[in-house]
């Protein structure tokens, strides 16, 4: 891989690039991958020596699997190990119940494919790194932005072998939820507080056990939802509970855990035995955030750290990567000429504003509507009369496949 090596020195100028990606999550690494296919030369830098992940999500959505296929990698991405989710098999009191079926998708692919996202981000960057003019600097953490007369002039970053700075035309702050460019910018996101957080777990897969339809599983219980996703040697397994709760979680002891899952499921609840300490869970604490302005002179920002998503829907990777495709839409010719005007900034946010609105509207009426209300009672709920109907009219039932797949618009690349 293209991995670069910087010369040591406490503080070296290393050449400048048109475009300086700061973060190689999905949003970055997708955009570098998308800019040096176009001939724009591009610097990724990643603060992490790796891209190892746990439960930073797994989900490739349809859109991000179309657009793969646009540019002729999605049959490769498949050659990885993954699990299919064609939509969750919701456990009520009255029944189990499949609020959505994405097979009933027109695309190819039909389903939300389950890949490490470990593995997703080496597949991108090494498919990248196969463009001269792709550049990726692991361990490098960006530190400071290089401004004059308020014009953003790149980075500068804390490397193995010291500091550095990459004068950039264009700085783009894709370094997700806790952004450092977009607090070096003077970014402001707004903050809306869902009512839950998760903590998600492994669970072991038992010999023989069937799989769930669709690949995964929901379940209602006692001021608990539980969230299982089949994967190839294990379940990921989340246990969502109203926000700020934590600590009571915790108090309750794991034993609790076990017998919560077990109570809404029995069907798991020998796989619940296995655990036995809090260091297998990972606590998401879930936020949902939207930053009124995505750009400034010289800088842009995308993915997470102009929008963070709740969980619902698990729509936060397919909305980063939605934005690196409009990204690279909008400002592969102008970098290439060396023209990138603000307007050209202020073109991606307006494309991708309204979509991330719309479903962080959603989300919202979801988690007030449903999903509180179904962790604030201590009955095991039923299927709430709202998601009947949803199912019972053709227009509506395709509408949450729709969003979820997709979004309110199919994003497209638009030079292949
Ligand atoms: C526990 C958990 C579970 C999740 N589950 C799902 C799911 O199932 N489905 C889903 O769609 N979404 C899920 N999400 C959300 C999803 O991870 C994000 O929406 C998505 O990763 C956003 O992509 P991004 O590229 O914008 O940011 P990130 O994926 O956050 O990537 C940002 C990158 O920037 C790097 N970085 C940060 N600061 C710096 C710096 N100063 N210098 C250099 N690099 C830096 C980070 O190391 C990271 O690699 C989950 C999130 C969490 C926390």
């Known amino acids: 891989m293209n991995v670069s090596t910087i010369p040591p020195g406490p503080t070296s100028n290393n050449e400048s690039t048109p475009c300086c990606i700061v973060g190689g999550g999905p949003a970055g690494a997708v955009l570098a991958l998308l800019l040096a296919r176009r001939g724009v030369r591009v610097t990724l830098l990643e603060m992490h020596k790796d891209f190892d992940r746990e439960f930073r999500g797994d989900t490739i959505h349809p859109s991000i699997l179309e657009i793969l296929d646009q540019i002729g990698l999605a049959e490769k991405l498949h050659e990885i190990p993954h699990t299919k989710v064609t939509g969750p098999t919701l456990q009520f009191a009255d029944g189990p119940f499949r609020p959505f079926d994405l097979t009933r998708l027109k695309t190819r692919f039909p389903y939300i494919l389950m890949i490490p996202?470990?593995?997703?981000?080496?597949?991108?960057?090494?498919?990248?790194?196969?463009?001269?003019?792709?550049?990726?600097?692991?361990?490098?953490?960006v530190q400071h932005l290089i401004e004059e007369n308020g014009v953003v002039r790149g980075v500068r970053y804390l490397g193995v072998d010291g500091e550095h700075e990459l004068p950039a035309t264009l700085t783009i702050g894709a370094d997700g939820r806790f952004s450092m460019v977009r607090r070096l910018a003077g970014f402001e996101p707004i903050k809306t507080a869902p009512p839950m957080d998760v903590l998600w777990f492994r669970l072991p897969k038992l010999p023989d056990e069937p799989p769930v339809v669709g690949g995964a599983f929901g379940g209602i219980g006692r001021g608990r939802i539980f969230i299982l996703l089949e994967r190839n040697e294990y379940w990921q397994a989340g246990l969502v509970f109203p926000k700020g709760k934590y600590q009571e979680v915790r108090a309750q002891g794991i034993e609790a855990v076990r017998k919560s899952l077990a109570e809404?499921?029995?069907?798991?609840?020998?796989?619940?035995?296995?655990?036995?300490?809090?260091?297998?869970?990972?606590?998401?604490?879930?936020?949902?955030?939207?930053?009124?302005?995505?750009?400034?002179?010289?800088?842009?920002?995308?993915?997470?750290?102009?929008?963070?998503?709740s969980p619902v829907g698990g729509v936060g990777i397919n909305y980063a990567i939605q934005d690196a495709v409009v990204a690279a839409n909008v400002l592969a010719e102008p970098l290439k000429s060396g023209s990138v005007s603000e307007g050209h900034l202020a073109e991606v946010q307006r494309q991708r504003e309204f979509p991330t609105r719309v479903i962080q509207g959603m989300q919202k009426l979801m988690q007030e509507r449903l999903l509180a209300r179904a962790l604030q009672s201590q009955e095991r709920a039923g299927v709430p009369w709202q998601l009947k109907l949803f199912v019972k009219i053709p227009f509506l039932r395709d509408l949450p496949c729709n969003l979820i797949a997709f979004g309110i618009r199919r994003v497209r690349l638009t030079e292949t």
């Open 117 to 141: 996202q470990v593995r997703f981000l080496e597949f991108i960057t090494s498919e990248a790194a196969k463009y001269p003019q792709f550049r990726l600097v692991m361990q490098a953490q």
């Open 264 to 309: 809404t499921e029995p069907r798991f609840a020998k796989h619940a035995e296995s655990l036995t300490d809090w260091q297998q869970m990972n606590l998401l604490s879930v936020e949902s955030s939207r930053c009124p302005v995505w750009h400034k002179p010289g800088l842009l920002m995308i993915g997470d750290a102009a929008h963070v998503m």
